[in-house]
């Protein structure tokens, strides 16, 4: 998948999801907390939280597999899509670091980033860097910038 002119660079979400991973961020002041964006190519709809199995969950995070294979699954079954992943930075800020680009699976996913205060969105436009992405307020069924 290459970026192209019909690549988003906005994407609608809800206060209450973005009020949600940051929540979870703060629950867990000295580890990555981690999970999957879902929805389309313009707005996150929903998350799916996942365990952090990395092997340091203080400086990185992993996916729980079991939660990335049943949201693939899911979607092919015609729910949501997957599209990127969240995680935090308990120590850091909303910038993805060294190693979120060394991490980088596919060009177009995107990435929220939260420090347990605030967060940004940002889109792999290569194997190796991000974009800042425009978040945008989904409300009831519309979106407000």
Do not use: K
Request: hydrophobic share 50%; net charge negative.
């Amino acid at each position: 998948m290459s970026l192209s002119n019909d690549v988003a660079m906005q994407v609608a979400i809800s206060s209450g999801l973005i009020e949600q991973i940051v929540a979870l961020a703060a629950a867990e002041p000295v580890r990555e907390v981690c999970g999957l964006l879902l929805g389309d190519r313009t707005s996150i709809a929903d998350i799916a939280v996942a365990a952090n199995v990395a092997a340091d969950p203080a400086r990185t995070f992993e996916v729980d597999p079991a939660v990335q294979f049943a949201a693939i699954r899911a979607a092919r079954a015609g729910g949501a899509a997957v599209l990127g992943c969240y995680h935090s930075h308990p120590l850091g800020s909303t910038v993805p670091s060294d190693c979120d680009r060394a991490m980088i699976g596919r060009i177009g996913e995107l990435w929220l980033i939260t420090d347990g205060v605030s967060v940004r969105v940002w889109r792999a436009n290569t194997l190796t860097s991000f974009a800042e992405v425009e978040l945008v307020e989904a409300t009831a069924g519309c979106v407000t910038s």
